[in-house]
């Protein structure tokens, strides 16, 4: 056998790899995790995989190999799902759509603990005062924030109301040996009814809150859902140091949390069925945009960075710009004029900040 017939069956057997690894990213969109945990990597992997491809297509069309449709063929798909993860346009400025404007922020502050001196110890009182300076510079009309600490968690109520003057608030926390942790969500528009979907076998939880804006109003689900629970650094070390258990370990939490996030999905899915107004979704759902997860909520709901968001839509510092995890969905009937997650460092995610306009009868 020629030595250019075994490097044609290679070539081909490599572009046929990359071909399938992206059609399994594809799939991984509507596949539950929890039936096949495996499926969330090449998900994961679905802008990596996708530039593989372009650069295996130019590759063979420069050699002028027929087998430039293997490649060609495998990205095809990728014109309807590419705007999940990177978007080369811009939305209408805010105020040019006819409407009430709400601007609503979303940010998992990560309990405070991530800014360090460097010593390494935690600098909480700096990283919350931080916080909260960049809060109130974004003017928002509703702040939905998660995994929000408090080391007394008697003093809730007075901080929030003492740093929030003007917004009505919710919460569902916690208590710990440390204090307490949850979710809380501010509002200016006024707070008709409220509540929490607490999970089973989790802390995380999603609130929601009865938003009246004007004659109309819409329900808003301010959600935190099982994450991985694992260390990126920890997973480097265990492949360097050959360290099997730690590697077990982390299958094993990763199966947990693909377990668990389904339920939870469903468990919102099943509250929103139940719901007479329009409904928005945001907050740290800890999956990406080719998820299952991602595939369930959006439906009958609009992803504001899809709408008006530009460049990486990235709000995970960690392996950026992979890791699109935090959200803001609105209904289809409103439109969206603002997107944009600034690259802040006071927690381990980045804030998204979305401006979107409810029509009213007059328009």
Same mark, same amino acid.
Request: hydrophobic share 40%; net charge positive; glycine share 8%.
């Given at each position: 056998?020629?030595?250019?017939?075994?490097?044609?069956?290679?070539?081909?057997?490599? +572009?046929?790899?990359?071909?399938?690894? /992206?059609?399994?990213?594809? =799939?991984?969109? !509507?596949?539950?995790?929890?039936? =096949? &945990?495996?499926?969330m990597l090449p998900g994961l992997l679905f802008f990596p *995989?996708? *530039? *593989?491809?372009?650069?295996?297509?130019?590759?063979?069309?420069?050699?002028?190999?027929?087998?430039? +449709?293997?490649?060609?063929?495998?990205?095809?798909? $990728?014109?309807?799902?590419?705007?999940?993860? !990177?978007?080369t346009g811009i939305g209408p400025e805010p105020g040019e759509?006819?409407?009430?404007?709400?601007?609503?922020?979303?940010?998992?502050?990560?309990?405070?603990?991530?800014?360090?001196? @460097?010593?390494?110890?935690?600098?909480?009182?700096?990283?919350?005062?931080?916080?909260?300076?960049?809060?109130?510079? $974004?003017?928002? %009309?509703?702040?939905?924030?998660?995994?929000?600490?408090?080391?007394?968690?008697?003093?809730?109520?007075?901080?929030?109301?003492?740093?929030?003057?003007?917004?009505?608030?919710?919460?569902?926390?916690?208590?710990?040996?440390?204090?307490?942790?949850?979710?809380? $969500?501010?509002?200016?528009?006024?707070?008709? %009814?409220?509540?929490? /979907?607490? !999970?089973?076998?989790?802390?995380?939880?999603?609130?929601?809150?009865?938003?009246?804006?004007?004659?109309?109003?819409?329900?808003?689900?301010?959600?935190?859902? @099982?994450?991985?629970?694992?260390?990126?650094?920890?997973?480097?070390?265990?492949? !360097? %140091?050959?360290?099997?258990?730690?590697?077990? @370990?982390?299958?094993?939490?990763?199966?947990?949390?693909?377990?668990?996030?389904?339920?939870?999905?469903?468990?919102?899915?099943?509250?929103?069925?139940?719901?007479?107004?329009?409904?928005? /979704?945001?907050?740290?759902?800890?999956?990406?945009?080719?998820?299952?997860?991602?595939?369930?909520?959006?439906?009958?709901?609009?992803?504001?960075?899809? @709408?008006?968001? #530009?460049?990486?839509?990235? $709000?995970?510092?960690?392996? &950026?710009?992979?890791?699109?995890? %935090?959200?803001?969905?609105?209904?289809?009937?409103?439109?969206?004029?603002?997107?944009?997650?600034?690259?802040?460092?006071?927690?381990? #995610?980045?804030?998204?900040?979305?401006?979107?306009?409810?029509?009213?009868?007059?328009?």
């Amino acid at each position: 056998m020629s030595r250019s017939l075994i490097g044609g069956i290679t070539n081909r057997v490599l +572009l046929i790899i990359a071909a399938g690894l /992206l059609v399994l990213s594809y =799939a991984a969109a !509507f596949v539950n995790p929890a039936r =096949a &945990w495996y499926m969330m990597l090449p998900g994961l992997l679905f802008f990596p *995989l996708a *530039l *593989l491809n372009i650069f295996l297509l130019v590759w063979a069309l420069i050699r002028r190999s027929r087998a430039f +449709l293997i490649p060609l063929i495998a990205l095809l798909p $990728t014109l309807f799902f590419i705007g999940r993860n !990177f978007r080369t346009g811009i939305g209408p400025e805010p105020g040019e759509a006819g409407g009430v404007p709400v601007r609503i922020v979303s940010y998992n502050v990560g309990r405070f603990r991530n800014l360090k001196d @460097e010593k390494g110890t935690i600098r909480m009182k700096e990283c919350h005062d931080s916080v909260y300076a960049f809060l109130k510079r $974004t003017d928002a %009309d509703i702040i939905c924030l998660q995994e929000y600490h408090v080391s007394d968690p008697d003093k809730l109520r007075s901080e929030l109301e003492s740093n929030f003057s003007g917004y009505d608030y919710d919460f569902y926390v916690y208590t710990g040996k440390y204090g307490c942790f949850g979710n809380v $969500t501010l509002s200016r528009f006024p707070i008709a %009814d409220q509540g929490v /979907l607490k !999970f089973d076998r989790s802390s995380n939880l999603a609130l929601f809150t009865d938003i009246k804006v004007g004659k109309e109003g819409f329900r808003l689900y301010n959600c935190h859902f @099982e994450s991985y629970n694992i260390s990126f650094p920890g997973i480097v070390k265990g492949v !360097f %140091d050959r360290t099997d258990d730690v590697l077990k @370990e982390t299958e094993q939490k990763m199966k947990h949390s693909l377990s668990l996030r389904p339920e939870q999905v469903d468990k919102v899915l099943g509250h929103i069925a139940g719901c007479p107004s329009g409904t928005v /979704l945001c907050g740290d759902f800890n999956d990406n945009p080719m998820s299952y997860t991602y595939q369930r909520l959006i439906r009958g709901h609009r992803d504001t960075f899809c @709408e008006a968001g #530009h460049g990486f839509g990235s $709000t995970y510092r960690v392996l &950026w710009p992979l890791l699109r995890i %935090d959200y803001v969905f609105v209904p289809k009937g409103y439109d969206t004029v603002l997107h944009t997650s600034p690259k802040i460092g006071f927690s381990d #995610h980045y804030p998204v900040i979305s401006e979107f306009v409810i029509k009213t009868e007059n328009n």
